[in-house]
């Protein structure tokens, strides 16, 4: 099998021959060692926009101010602006080098003009970049699209920021609601523009953390979005899941309900709080992990080998199931930390997997 027939594999509740192993490409070490494990079966997993936007009518202008950047977006209704700090350490490419630190929605008077960014958003499909993507990617890995974040995440992280939209909640309900259902108005067309694309996994944001989104939160603003945008994904037969990176034990009987596939980026303990054999006896076999080795073991690479062998050992017999890296890596850290997890998945991951190991 090649990377990309492991990965669907996988995906599907298929049998791979090995569980798969794979990493985003900004945490892929470039060179020597690229090839190396690449040679040994790592897959390559991409994300590609089968869709543009652009929005008539809107005016961009950009001011620099030392280590910060002003944002201003210019509407027939009026203007926002969102202030972004640049220059920070990126860690050779692993994470962003900005952070914003002002968001756009501030008072009420700023809501019609994001209203207006999504009401004139024009949404073009993309598809033969996509094709052209997929096809040089080849079967050395797999290149999926993203709706981007569904709605309330969206808001949270682009728009508002946390403590704005948890006032806004509290103090200005019927006026986020209103804006949240002309933001899902809009994911709804570009859901439709994905279903008709040649593209086969989508990923549906999102980021989640039972920490910041709690369950009564989930269950109102989450839920009923990964549940209605995958029945349009899934009548196109897409196979659909979402970044859930955070700890979820508080919200695995949501998630389970959730209709998603595949959640992308779980991470179990000590990072998350959900082990690999609780999600699947709380799951069975609705929902395969596409699983985020946590980072904070790369610091131990002596633990790291028994550490990934536990993880094969709770996934037994291994379908359904994938090892990835999709956050941030120490990279100091990452060729040896790679070079333990490439080994261990060779000597334990064939499958089917001996739960006895």
């Known amino acids: 099998m090649n990377a990309k027939e492991r990965i669907f594999a996988a995906l599907t509740w298929g049998e791979p021959d090995y569980v798969p192993w794979t990493s985003k490409p900004n945490h892929f070490p470039r060179g020597y060692f690229e090839r190396e494990l690449r040679n040994l079966g790592m897959g390559l997993t991409l994300e590609y926009r089968v869709f543009g ?13 030392g280590d910060y950047v002003t944002r201003i977006y210019e509407t027939p209704v009026g203007e926002v602006q969102e202030k972004v700090r640049v220059n920070l350490p990126s860690e050779g490419g692993e994470r962003s080098d900005s952070w914003k630190v002002e968001p756009l929605i501030k008072e ?3 809501y019609k003009v994001v209203e207006y960014l999504f009401e004139n958003m024009k949404i073009t499909p993309k598809y033969e970049e996509f094709r052209v993507v997929e096809n040089d990617l080849g079967g050395d890995g797999i290149v999926c699209t993203s709706l981007g974040y569904t709605p309330f ?9 946390i ?32 279903a008709d694309s040649p593209d086969e996994i989508v990923l549906l944001g999102d980021n989640i ?19 209605e945008y995958a029945e349009i994904l899934h009548r196109k037969k897409k196979i659909v899941g979402s970044h859930m990176d955070g700890r979820l034990k508080r919200l695995k009987d949501f998630i389970k309900i959730s209709r998603l596939d595949f959640l992308h980026g779980f991470t179990p303990p000590p990072v998350g709080n959900l082990s690999v054999k609780e999600a699947r006896e709380n799951w069975d076999r609705k929902i395969a992990l596409w699983l985020n080795v946590p980072e904070t073991l790369f610091y131990e690479t002596e633990k790291l080998e028994s550490f990934v062998k536990n993880l094969l050992r709770e996934a037994a017999p291994g379908d ?14 990452r060729i040896a930390a790679y070079k333990v997890i490439m080994n261990t998945v060779l000597k334990y991951g064939k499958y089917p997997i001996d739960k006895n190991l």
């Not at 936007?53 to 101010?65: C, D, E, M």
């Not at 995440?153 to 920021?161: S, T, V």
């Not at 953390?209 to 549940?227: A, H, N, R, W």
């Open 108 to 110: 009420d008077a700023d």
């Open 163 to 194: 403590r704005k939209l948890a006032y806004e909640i509290h103090r200005n309900k019927e006026r986020l609601e209103a804006l949240l259902e002309v933001i899902a108005e809009k994911k709804r067309e570009i859901c439709r523009v994905i």
């Open 209 to 227: 953390d039972e920490v910041l989104i709690g369950p009564k939160l989930f269950e109102k603003y989450c839920l009923p979005y990964y549940q």
């Open 320 to 333: 359904g199931f994938m090892l990835g890296i999709t956050e941030t890596v120490p990279p100091a850290k």
């Open 53 to 65: 936007i652009s929005i008539p009518g809107l005016t961009t202008k950009s001011i620099s101010r």
């Open 153 to 161: 995440m969206d808001l949270l992280i682009n728009y508002m920021g």
